[in-house]
């Protein structure tokens, strides 16, 4: 698979990266806070001897975590040699010493799964097809398990799985998701939702969520709404009147962060991905 050389002798590497978001102030590096983005950029940065800036799939905000995060840094090709051992075990993969080696160099709730040479046109943000989140609740009267508890909402009172699957059907597909997404100046809201839907375990509660792309804190914006239906307060159609709001919503809450979580982000083939990009960084528009 070739490089892409992104100018100046750069090679783009793809990685899958994998985070407890409990402790970070979102994916975004911000300074005097502890980010995702930050602490990959630190720790390749080191690895390579060079500063590099990671970027990624989906920009996911505080507290919320990542078994599927995709993300890409540029290195200089001169840097790369910093990344091999002098000795590799047989058949290691090109980048396995570094996967290794960042498990070294980072904290235990940030983890490198895999890293390859991008294919040309590779953008983790631009190049993605559609981006899968799940949000979980436990409606158990103990709350939720300690092992779970930093990834599972304690939802205190009954929910009627049934009305919220019915709330959800009318938001799938493309509409103008202004009343779920806090405003961000400049950034469109109309997105393709392809999947809203729910799947119960006993206490556990589970939706699935996936769209082409998310606005500033769609996901939680959407499950809080709905559960206003799961609860009683809101009849199943409300949902769907408020894809006529022109801006964020306030008759309900966003669900807390930490039930939520990127577990996969979709690409196109290899020969597809430049024309993806393309197609992405157009504003879009509702005819």
Not at 52 to 69: E, F, L, N, S, Y
Not at 197 to 207: E, Q, V, Y
Not at 258 to 271: A, E, K, W
């Amino acid at each position: 698979m070739p490089a892409i050389d992104s100018g100046g002798g750069l090679v783009r590497l793809r990685l899958e990266i994998a985070y407890d978001g409990t402790a970070f102030a979102g994916w975004a590096a911000q300074t005097g806070q502890r980010t995702v983005a930050g602490v990959l950029d630190e720790a390749l940065s080191t690895v390579f001897r060079t500063p590099v800036v990671m970027r990624a799939a989906g920009r996911t905000d505080t507290g919320v975590h990542a078994t599927g995060q995709v993300g890409h840094v540029d290195v200089p090709a001169a840097a790369l040699s910093h990344a091999y051992p002098r000795r590799s075990p047989p058949g290691e993969t090109e980048f396995g010493p570094l996967v290794r080696r960042l498990g070294r160099f980072l904290p235990d709730d940030v983890r490198v799964l895999g890293i390859a040479r991008a294919a040309a046109g590779f953008d983790a943000r631009f190049s993605a097809l559609r981006r899968h989140y799940t949000y979980r609740l436990s409606t158990a009267r103990y709350g939720v398990m300690p092992q779970l508890s930093r990834f599972v909402t304690a939802w205190p009172r009954a929910l009627d799985v049934d009305a919220m699957a019915v709330a959800s059907r009318p938001l799938i597909g493309l509409h103008d998701f202004a009343a779920f997404c806090r405003h961000r100046e400049g950034a469109t809201t109309i997105r393709d939702l392809q999947r809203l839907d729910w799947s119960r375990d006993g206490d556990l509660i589970t939706a699935h969520v996936t769209a082409d792309a998310f606005c500033w804190s769609m996901v939680r914006s959407l499950v809080g709404a709905l559960l206003a239906v799961g609860e009683g307060r809101r009849d199943p159609g409300w949902c769907a009147g408020l894809l006529t709001a022109s801006r964020r919503s306030s008759d309900f809450a966003a669900a807390p962060p930490h039930g939520l979580t990127l577990v996969g982000v979709d690409y196109p083939p290899d020969d597809q991905l430049a024309a993806r990009t393309t197609v992405t960084r157009e504003l879009r528009v509702i005819d």
